[in-house]
């Protein structure tokens, strides 16, 4: 629960938090969609077939909040129907290098409106980098549409509290890992390893996948080898 103040009074309520996560998204051919989405780089999160007409499929993209679902039976929209779902990234030009190596046709940088603003954009990123200004946009087989939102800078307001509950079995899985490298490496700072563990682990690896990626880490930037 959290405590809001309303706009025009004084008084103080309880609120439940509400976090948005799962989009769904319509597309004609879910074998199809999800080898799209696979080649991204996203994480797979699931892929339940409920009953022969029925199959949720969810992916996330990479240290998102949020994710999408598509499937089987999910929606009465058209496929493709769904359009301008924003991707927020640090660098919008280093985003498109990205997924246009991952063989997606991804448009030019432009700067302007985002939504809905073919006619209007200007070529090329904000002259002034100025942050929620730089686009650039890609679809997925079905005609859905993605855009890139270059944001370097947010708005108050704008970053989400942190799920502590979540944060420390995190944690507490983390130690337990490290437990194990500790117990062979030479002596090092216990922090590295945790940040390096818990970056491979948001970002969508398994726990030994995470412990291996900490252990490269420390071999190859800290020095640190077993």
């Not at 502590?164 to 390893?193: K, Q």
């Amino acid at each position: 629960m959290a405590r809001v103040m309303s706009a025009d009074m004084d008084e103080r309520f309880d609120i439940v938090d509400m976090k948005f996560e799962v989009t769904v998204l319509p597309v004609g051919d879910a074998e199809r969609a999800k080898t799209f989405y696979q080649k991204l780089g996203w994480r797979l999160d699931a892929d339940i077939a409920v009953d022969d007409g029925y199959r949720v499929i969810q992916f996330t993209p990479p240290n998102s909040p949020a994710s999408i679902q598509f499937g089987k039976g999910m929606t009465a929209l058209a496929p493709g129907s769904v359009k301008d779902l924003m991707l927020i990234v640090e660098d919008v030009e280093a985003a498109r290098q990205e997924l246009m190596g991952h063989g997606v046709e991804v448009s030019e940088v432009w700067h302007g409106p985002g939504v809905n603003s073919a006619g209007r954009r200007e070529p090329g990123p904000d002259p002034e980098h100025g942050s929620y200004s730089s686009w650039a946009s890609f679809a997925d087989p079905d005609g859905n549409t993605w855009l890139l939102q270059e944001v370097t800078e947010r708005r108050p307001g704008r970053v989400w509290s942190t799920d502590v509950a979540a944060l420390a079995g995190l944690l507490h899985e983390t130690s337990e890992h490290h437990g194990a490298f500790e117990a062979v490496a030479p002596p090092h700072d216990w922090w590295d390893w945790y940040a390096a563990y818990l970056d491979a682990r948001q970002g969508g690896a398994n726990p030994e996948a995470a412990s291996a990626a900490a252990g490269r880490y420390m071999a190859e930037v800290k020095h640190v080898v077993v």
